[in-house]
């Protein structure tokens, strides 16, 4: 079965893509394909704790990742550099990521038949 | 021979994905490579308007995709839950909704996001636009 990582490069709330993005990484899970997901650059704000998007409007999908591990998505990843710029701190975050760093993404990369980013 | 799934995500008018999705279609199809299926997903379902409107010298997005089907009978397939959010719909949706108007004819088909997984799963290749 081939392997697919989703990746989350744009920002939460202010646009759909990030709702989509994790639509599309569960049903691919569903459909038993080897699924990943990889936080980086804007997307990396999916990891701030403590958000509060019905305030403008939007669904709290952020609560759903809690339910990917139900989906046998167990491979969370986030890019180090990104993490760092955009000050999310390794401590609070609210999922179980594992922090790559650039070449170590590049080796993931590699390692799939499928990059879709979102 | 290779087997493509495109998955297009943006907008007819205000994006140019949809143009290059249609020239890597065509020119992969004249390189006697098979396009499996055409999946619009985001934004990209807005490609399924049939009352798109642009000047008469100006590219009709849409037409090129009725072409593209007609010609060389390429599925096009809209993400449902995507078309229906942005207003995307086909004329049973708008009865079943008691919609007045309906805007998705048959050119296009309302499918799950199923229909690109399992695209993914059989293509060689996914190629997003």
Known sequence: MKKLCVVFSTSPHGNAAGREALDFAMLAASYDLETSI??????????MANQNP??????????????????D?????????????????????????QVLTSEAIREHFASVNEVVVY | ???FILQVSGKAYGS???VHALR????????????????????????ASSLGSPASDEFNVYQGWQQLAKLHNVELV???????RRGMVAKEEAETQGLSHWNVDDHFHNGGLGELVSGIAKADRLICF
């Open chain 2, 78 to 84: 809209n993400c449902v839950s995507a078309a229906l």
């Open chain 1, 54 to 71: 019905e305030s403008i409007g939007c669904r709290d999908y952020i609560a759903t990742f809690g339910a990917l591990e139900f989906y």
């Open chain 2, 24 to 47: 890597f279609a065509k020119a992969a199809i004249d390189d006697g490579h098979q396009i499996l299926r055409v999946f619009f997903y985001q934004d990209g379902v807005f490609n």
């Open chain 1, 38 to 47: 990889l936080f980086t650059d804007e997307g990396v704000l999916h990891l």
């Open chain 1, 73 to 97: 998505i167990e491979n969370l990843y986030v890019c180090k550099d990104s993490q760092k710029e955009f000050g999310i701190e390794s401590d609070s975050l609210p999922l179980d990521v």
């Open chain 2, 16 to 18: 140019a994905a949809p």
């Open chain 2, 1 to 3: 021979m290779s087997t």
